[in-house]
């Protein structure tokens, strides 16, 4: 299948994709953006390195409708197997091994989510926030509610590999209706 999305270099900064990346029909990435093997970045999803770099490392997914932005000196980064849920935005943060930010999370400028941590859907990280590993952090500030249980963990650890192989199908999808292609 065709895959139809916006990837452009931006000045002299041109995205990076592992070439066993999967980026779906109508994805967004502009400028300075690597991405690592086996990540995939969703339907929607916009990546925009036009202010400093964005790097996603291996089998990482960035779900359908989710934004990475950053600043100058403050790159987006993602150690390998990071989760970001639907509708999530990272803006110039770094995000650990093995994190996961809930759907429509937002974890801003400078805010570091541990390894292994899960922002709860709809939490706000404010800048600068630390978040240690294995915790859940949740509310509108989002601070530390309680440390994860091996059962919390092993509800979301596997996430990155169900998305591979979502991955796997959607590149096998046949198109049955019409698409206008992006200039």
């Excluded at 390998?80 to 770094?94: D, E, F, I, Q, T």
């Excluded at 995000?95 to 989510?113: D, F, P, Q, S």
Aim: aromatic share 4%; glycine share 12%.
């Amino acid at each position: 299948m065709e895959t139809v999305s916006y990837i452009a270099a931006l000045d002299d900064a041109e995205p990076e994709i592992h070439p066993e990346a999967f980026v779906a029909h109508g994805a967004v990435i502009v400028g300075g953006v690597r991405l690592g093997r086996a990540t995939s970045v969703w339907y929607g999803a916009v990546l925009r390195g036009d202010g400093e770099r964005i790097e996603v490392a291996e089998e990482c997914n960035i779900q359908d409708l989710c934004c990475l932005h950053a600043d100058p000196g403050e790159p987006a980064i993602l150690e390998p197997r990071v989760s970001l849920g639907h509708k999530a935005m990272v803006h110039g943060a770094y995000v650990e091994t093995g994190a996961l930010i809930g759907i429509g999370a937002i974890v801003l400028g400078r805010a570091r989510i541990g390894a292994g941590s899960l922002v709860a859907a709809g939490a706000v990280v404010p800048p600068g926030t630390r978040v240690p590993p294995g915790v859940l952090v949740a509310g509108v500030p989002g601070r530390v509610i309680r440390e994860l249980t091996d059962a919390d963990r092993a509800s979301f650890a596997h996430t990155p590999d169900t998305y591979q192989a979502h991955a796997e199908r959607h590149r096998k999808a046949r198109r049955i209706g019409p698409t206008t292609r992006l200039l």
